[in-house]
T-cell receptor
Framework: KAGVTQTPRYLIKTRGQQVTLSCSPISGHRSVSWYQQTPGQGLQFLFEYFSETQRNKGNFPGRFSGRQFSNSRSEMNVSTLELGDSALYLC?????????????FGPGTRLLVL | DQQVKQNSPSLSVQEGRISILNCDYTNSMFDYFLWYKKYPAEGPTFLISISSIKDKNEDGRFTVFLNKSAKHLSLHIVPSQPGDSAVYFCAAMEYGNKLVFGAGTILRVKS
């Protein structure tokens, strides 16, 4: 079974631009979560989607948004990019997103904001 | 406020010996814990997990111990191999499906 895939792997943007990242979960998985990893803040939860609905949201500004499609693929969008948005963005999938269920991560998208 | 803490930024171990990575948490509502291994520029790879109703879980060379009263868990790797050198993250599952991560411990296994 193929793992979680994320595109693109690397991205360079300038301040003020917006960016869209894509994630395809493991086949059959319906829950997709997004995390941001930075040297200063570590790995932080952004949001989780299940059946095209956002079920859970972390403590990030409204510039960070996401959506999920009927095939469980997910996108996250960051608008009005700031230098501090430079990070590794990770997507994780799990079968149903219920309690005590392992999340499997993709390779991440490295975003650099100049 | 760090709810999951990995107080050792790094650990160096000789090949063949035991590696012990520690993790403390503050939220007594956490009921599921996971360990992930991460190489640079890659996503975290799941290693092993433990439910709060257990105190030990084994999978090959990896064993996780949970002490609920102390709010402490540890990952034991025996025997350690050079390929185990990576960053290890402890994570706890909060309400719903949200993972709260520790800061990570860099493990170096010397041959």
């Amino acid at each position: 079974k193929a793992g979680v895939t994320q595109t693109p792997r690397y991205l360079i943007k300038t301040r003020g631009q917006q960016v869209t990242l894509s994630c395809s979960p493991i086949s059959g998985h319906r829950s997709v979560s997004w995390y941001q990893q930075t040297p200063g803040q570590g790995l932080q939860f952004l949001f989780e989607y299940f059946s095209e609905t956002q079920r859970n949201k972390g403590n990030f500004p409204g510039r960070f948004s996401g959506r999920q499609f009927s095939n469980s693929r997910s996108e996250m969008n960051v608008s009005t990019l700031e230098l501090g948005d430079s990070a590794l963005y990770l997507c994780a999938s799990s079968s149903t997103g219920t309690a005590q269920e392992t999340q499997y991560f993709g390779p991440g998208t490295r975003l650099l904001v100049l | 406020d760090q709810q999951v803490k990995q107080n050792s930024p790094s650990l160096s171990v000789q090949e063949g010996r035991i590696s012990i990575l520690n993790c403390d948490y503050t939220n007594s509502m956490f009921d599921y814990f996971l360990w992930y291994k991460k190489y640079p520029a890659e996503g975290p790879t799941f290693l092993i997990s433990i439910s709060s109703i257990k105190d030990k879980n084994e999978d090959g060379r990896f064993t996780v111990f949970l002490n609920k009263s102390a709010k402490h868990l540890s990952l034991h790797i025996v025997p350690s191999q050079p390929g185990d050198s990576a960053v290890y993250f402890c994570a706890a599952m909060e309400y719903g499906n949200k993972l709260v991560f520790g800061a990570g411990t860099i493990l170096r296994v010397k041959s």
